[in-house]
């Protein structure tokens, strides 16, 4: 399998988008330092971000003899021991097909590692008329891990409030992160005190990877007979 890390380091990450992405640094940055209570010496890691957000480098720092790999739809049944995945799911339309998939991969003794949006994020702009991503409530997070296969998922939640002097420059961040949709000339946001403030629900998660086989067609579990006792 090839180690593809010296290539997501150097994609060329818009220069826009590194500046702007510190809310998604630090979202990352907490959901990796959750790793620290578990016992887990990966071999082969997926990073689903493809280094949007550095995380190949934090991985790599952290387990530097794990071979850092981006999600392919080659990757063989079983083959994965970490897969993480920060502020992927808020972009997916399909959120089941995408949980699947990285289930497939996952050996039975795997990890997951996610992050997403709660309903509260940017409840400042809910009325204002732009496009958000997909906000998710944190049980709709965990029952749907659970609905494809995932072993024991733990989630919980984290708020951030990012401040702004300049509007402008909070429209900026917002647009180029992929936040917000839609044209902001003459949009108005309320002041408090003297900054502008949005905020974010921030879901983490974690879950087991399952050697339990589910059929596509008609949801039917296949239990290996190493399962029985």
Request: charged letters at 25%; a negative charge.
């Amino acid at each position: 399998m090839k180690n593809v890390l010296d290539e997501l380091l150097q994609a060329r990450i818009p220069a826009e988008y590194v500046k702007a992405a510190v809310l998604q640094r630090e979202v990352l940055e907490g959901m990796l330092a959750r790793l620290e209570g578990i016992i887990l010496q990966p071999q082969i890691i997926v990073d689903v971000g493809c280094a949007m957000d550095g995380a190949p480098a934090l991985l790599k720092k952290r387990y530097p003899d794990a071979d850092i790999v981006a999600m392919d739809s080659s990757l063989a049944d079983h083959s994965v021991d970490l897969v993480t995945a920060s502020l992927v799911l808020p972009w997916c339309d399909e959120l089941q097909p995408v949980l699947q998939e990285w289930r497939r991969i996952l050996r039975p003794d795997g990890l997951l590692m996610l992050t997403s949006l709660g309903p509260d994020t940017l409840r400042e702009l809910h009325d204002l008329p732009f496009a958000f991503p997909h906000f998710m409530d944190m049980h709709t997070v965990g029952d749907l891990l659970t609905q494809v296969g995932f072993r024991g998922p733990v989630l919980d939640v984290d708020y951030f409030t990012l401040a702004y002097e300049d509007i402008k420059k909070c429209w900026h961040e917002l647009q180029v992160t992929g936040m917000i949709a839609g044209n902001v000339d003459g949009v108005q946001l309320e002041k408090t005190e003297e900054n502008y403030a949005v905020s974010y629900e921030i879901i983490f998660g974690h879950a087991w990877g399952s050697d339990l086989i589910r059929a596509d067609s008609n949801g039917e579990v296949r239990i290996p007979i190493s399962r029985l006792r």
